[in-house]
């Protein structure tokens, strides 16, 4: 067990270096920073003292070298269109990301779970059939159709719910959170409904393909050959071997969820990373680009690291393996 996570935590120190390489690298063919910061009219000198003062005109390796001992320390630089660091900018956005992604989580776990497990248990049944077809066309509409259809129906037909924003947010500590207010939370819905979408009809499809595969297994066969109720097989065996691949994917998804929350920030104007990061590529902000494909790297390793330990935690004989 100790040896494996050593082992992994190697494994993601090299993929993390491998991350911010492609980062600075990346980023230098978007655009001169230097052109987007000063006018038209600006003098040649002008432009080399920016470069100087910005440190493009160090060679390559200087600069990636800076670059990689900032992150360790978890500095990103000074973005070039605010004049501020980049990572007190990312902690300024980085709450609203998070929530919103928890809710988008929770909301495709509380459905998707229980709508997998129903249409396993029921294949045949009309609102299994109903559940399937619906599913297909979540998974085929394009997630910013899904948003536009949200805002049309529950802000400008109903008025229910805002179409922008985050509403009144309330500040502990560094943390800025929408949970305690009543606009936080209803800003909160639509946004949520449209990147958890998706996810619900992928873990729905998934916990419904798995489960049925676990309930023709011969050890499902042999505890209903042994009495045991449905309801004991079910949820006591099935669903337990269900979780596996569950977990698996659920991870996984927790990462795609924060990496592309770009499309729901801007459809909702939510004020998270993925929004900061669009505004970065039009201003050719490189320090705020970089910034962000690390740390939804970091996201990523990080999370795999989890799913690895929760399965040591689920099925015991990985850890002989191990």
Known sequence: ?????????????????????????????????????????????????????????????????????????????????????????IAERLPATLELVLAAAVFALLLGVPIGIYTALHPKGVLSNILNIGSLIGISVPTFVTGILLILIF????NWLPSFGRGETVQIGWWSTGFLTVSGLKSLILPAIMLGLFQVTLIMRLVRAEMMEVLRSDFVRFAKARGLTNRAVNFGHALGNTLMPVITIVGLQLGSMIAFAIITETVFQWPGMGLLFIQAVSFADIPVMSAYLVLVALVFVAINMIVDLLYF??????????
């Open 1 to 89: 067990m100790v040896a494996f996570v050593i082992r992994r935590l190697l494994q993601s120190v090299l993929v993390m270096l491998a991350v911010a390489l492609i980062a600075f690298t990346m980023f230098r063919f978007i655009g001169d920073p230097v052109n987007s910061m000063l006018p038209e009219n600006a003098t040649a000198e002008d432009r080399q003292t920016l470069r100087e003062n910005l440190g493009l005109d160090q060679p390559v390796t200087v600069q990636f070298t800076r670059f990689v001992s900032g992150v360790a320390k978890g500095e990103f630089g000074i973005s070039y269109r605010n004049k501020r660091p980049v990572a007190e900018m």
């Open 155 to 158: 802000s400008v037909w109903l």
């Open 313 to 322: 935690a689920i099925d015991p004989r990985l850890s002989v393996r191990a």
